[in-house]
């Protein structure tokens, strides 16, 4: 699987797929309007980031990134950020 397969696969599940460089330089595949059906965020709708790393076999990173936030986050700590640690808010949406 490559990253390109993925967002195949996400497309096939009826989600807008975009690819979007952060300001690391690296790609990013963005699901768009993601509706989280269980849970305490049960109706929210957000933007996830993915990164879309080089090798193959395609290997999920550990963390995504979403927008906009689900839980209140500490402003000034180094993991509330964007795709590539500062790719505006409004790229994402």
Known sequence: MVPDDFDTYVRG???AVEV???ADSQE???VRD???TTGSLA???CDVAIQR???VPYVLPASVHVTPHLLPMDTNAPYATQPGGTLLRTRLR
């Open 13 to 15: 599940l009826g989600y």
């Open 20 to 22: 979007v460089r952060g």
């Open 28 to 30: 990013y595949s963005v």
């Open 34 to 36: 993601l509706q989280i």
């Open 43 to 45: 109706g929210k709708v």
């Open 53 to 55: 790393p080089p090798q």
